[in-house]
């Protein structure tokens, strides 16, 4: 799941200084179990948009933002996208940019898109991954430290926590201690010795 937060509405209404007419489009997926996109926040934003002077000529909620592929998809939803002088997308960056590459008007995103978690037990996961490109989680017993480690420690622990906390964010776990006691649990603790070499930051 594409983890979102939604962006404090002044932001958004400075976004969409000098626009009207404007289309709202949610997604139904990870921005409907986060709460940033499906259909209460959609007909909340238009609500709060209209209140603040805005024009909102309709609004659509796909399965998926980011699996829109076509123009025509929208209008099938709501044709009053037709009117719109730009569209709002209340999904994910994906999102955003997929709708983008169909529309000829202005598209603003009304969330942060923050990374790649998953929800377990009604408690929210952050960070699960990063989207590095380079998935190097089964060296790590399927937990990711480039992600969940404040740090990004390759090859951590950095020592400072305490009772299994992080030292930077207390109230969260040190993913490397975790990673320990999940190697000694499935008896692979022999991971731990192999070095790995530092990450190459550079853009091809
Ligand atoms: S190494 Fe970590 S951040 Fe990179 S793709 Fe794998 S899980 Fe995601
Ligand atoms: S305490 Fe653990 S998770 Fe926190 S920065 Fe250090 S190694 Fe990373």
Redesign the pocket.
């Known amino acids: 799941m594409i983890i979102t937060s939604a962006k404090p509405f002044e932001e958004i209404l400075d976004m969409l200084k000098g626009e009207d007419d404007i289309f709202i489009v949610g997604c139904n997926v990870c921005a409907a179990k986060l709460k940033t996109g499906g259909e209460p926040e959609v007909l909340n934003m238009c609500r709060n948009l209209e209140k603040s002077g805005k024009h909102v000529v309709g609004w659509a909620l796909p399965t998926a933002s980011c699996s829109i592929r076509s123009f025509e998809s929208l209008v099938e939803k709501n044709d009053k996208i037709n009117e719109a002088s730009c569209i709002l997308v209340m999904g994910c960056g994906s999102g955003v940019s997929a709708i983008a590459s169909v529309v000829d008007l202005p598209v603003y995103g009304s969330n942060n898109t923050i990374s790649l978690g998953g929800s377990t037990g009604g408690e929210l996961l952050l960070n699960l991954c990063v989207m590095c490109g380079d998935c190097t989680i089964s060296k790590y017993g399927g937990l990711c430290p480039k992600a969940q480690?404040?740090?990004a420690?390759l090859n951590?622990?950095?020592g400072?926590?305490v009772n299994g906390m992080?030292?930077?964010n207390r109230e969260k776990n040190?993913?490397?201690s975790l990673i320990y006691d999940h190697l000694k649990k499935i008896n692979r603790l022999d991971l731990l010795y192999i070095t790995h070499a530092p990450l190459e930051h550079g853009v091809n």
Do not use: I, M
């Open positions: 480690c404040p740090k420690l951590g622990p950095c400072g926590a992080c030292e930077v040190c993913v490397w």
